[in-house]
Nanobody
């Protein structure tokens, strides 16, 4: 079992920045991939970014690539999502996720069987 605790988020103006954190506990993460999904009001949940804990390769959804950066702190078992140049359409509940690294499908919900409680990010125009 992996437990995920998120922090960060809140209200930010368009064009601003915000950083989300997610601390994992319960198991070694060396064979895991961690990431972030988001769900905007009235929309389906969608992939934002993920990172392979071993090696640190990152993957991004097209809509956030170049604006968001995912990183990890191995010593603290924490994954971060740095969000820059935020837009009102980035408003969503952001969920931290973790799953066994099966070398693919990182953008699919099915790759992750552990989910955080979600944290709200609201971008005002």
């Amino acid at each position: 079992q992996v437990q995920l605790v998120e922090s960060g988020g809140g209200l930010v103006q368009a064009g601003g920045s915000s950083r989300l954190s997610c601390t994992a506990s319960g198991q070694s993460l060396s064979n895991y991939v961690l990431g972030w999904f988001r769900q905007a009001p009235g929309k389906e949940r969608e992939f934002a970014a993920s990172i392979r804990w071993s090696g640190g390769t990152a993957y991004y959804a097209n809509v956030v690539e170049g604006r968001f950066t995912i990183s990890r702190d191995d010593a603290n078992n924490t994954v971060y999502l740095q969000m820059d140049s935020l837009r009102p359409e980035d408003t969503a509940v952001y969920y931290c996720v973790a799953g066994r690294d099966r070398r693919g499908n990182y953008g699919h919900e099915g790759a992750y069987n552990y989910w955080g409680q979600g944290t709200q990010v609201t971008v005002s125009s």
